[in-house]
């Protein structure tokens, strides 16, 4: 039987991508307590990299916020495979935006709103997090958006 959240993913039309090995030397998730730390996650999707270029230049404000979208897909892949259920996870602590964007950008808010709204949309009031969004010079594999987060679980 497919727990609460499973339910409401499926509610949403919402497929999580597989989670993905990582490419350097950590590990996707560390658990420490009742807290769940989910390493950076980037724009991939079933190990296809989307979304590649700089917010503000090549990437418009629409699709840096489904970019943001899908590293919160992402994170949500990497704490399922790490706790088994998603329905382990009790709340979204803290989301950590980082943007790829032209230096005179200053959206980055409005393109992490993509991530916060998915997990908001999948946990409801228990999704409402604290974060930061803040635009960098580079991200990995060139990607416009990456996104971690800190989820306390039981």
Do not use: W
Request: aromatic letters at 6%; glycine letters at 10%.
């Amino acid at each position: 039987m497919a727990g609460k959240i499973e339910t409401r993913l499926k509610e949403l039309g919402i497929e999580l991508p597989a989670a993905t090995a990582p490419v350097a030397n950590f590990v996707p998730c560390v658990q420490t307590g009742n807290l769940l730390y989910v390493s950076g996650q980037v724009t991939a999707f079933n190990g296809e990299i989307r979304h590649v270029g700089k917010v503000g230049g090549t990437i418009s404000l629409e699709e840096a916020v489904q970019a943001a979208r899908l590293c919160a897909l992402n994170v949500l892949s990497q704490a399922r495979a790490f706790l088994g259920d998603l329905d382990r996870v009790t709340r979204v602590v803290q989301v950590q935006g980082f943007v790829n964007a032209e230096p005179d950008y200053r959206d980055h808010p409005k393109v992490v709103n993509g991530a916060s709204d998915v997990f908001v949309e999948v946990f409801g009031d228990a999704g409402k997090h604290a974060r930061f969004a803040v635009g960098v010079g580079s991200l990995p594999l060139g990607v416009s958006v990456e996104v971690a987060a800190v989820l306390e679980v039981k």
